[in-house]
């Protein structure tokens, strides 16, 4: 009888703390590495969206006459979907954007009188990641 006992194979404690040991370090360097990368995927996520904004600006654009961002989204130029974009100046949030086309030099304004004024002194953000003026 106890050389049954003896044969049978098992895991012990503490081969099974080492595998909990071991998991809990693997799990303590992905968690940060994985939220920088989401958060690192929706910073590139705002400047693609940027980017469109800006090549259908060009598009759009007959000549410097200053229009808002919604004329391109309504005008099926394109699709903004959820990203909100905002302008800020001086602390101050605006969600009417001004665009100016000069040539490929694109700016935004938050007034349409700023904009005719040309003093571009903003900084635009999609979904809360500054993309203009680039950082």
Same mark, same amino acid.
């Given at each position: ?50 980017? &469109? !904004?800006? @090549? /259908? ?12 961002? %919604? #004329? ?13 974009? &905002? !302008?800020? @100046? /001086? ?12 040539? %490929? #030099? ?7 009188a700023n ?21």
């Amino acid at each position: 009888m106890l050389k049954l006992l003896k044969s049978k194979k098992g895991v012990t404690l503490v081969e099974l703390l080492a595998v909990v040991v071991i998991l809990g370090i693997i799990a303590a360097i992905a968690v940060p590495t994985i939220g920088g990368l989401i958060e690192r995927q929706k910073e590139n996520a705002a400047g693609a969206t940027y980017d &469109t !904004i800006v @090549e /259908a600006a060009i598009l759009y654009a007959e000549d410097d006459t200053p229009f808002q961002i %919604n #004329t391109l989204v309504s005008s099926d130029f394109i699709d903004l979907k959820d990203n909100l974009v &905002t !302008i800020t @100046e /001086a602390g101050t949030t605006f969600v009417n954007v001004w665009i100016v086309v000069d040539g %490929n #030099t694109v700016n935004f304004f938050e007034s349409e009188a700023n904009a005719l004024a040309g003093t571009p002194t903003v900084t635009l953000y999609v979904n809360g990641f500054q993309v203009y003026p680039s950082v």
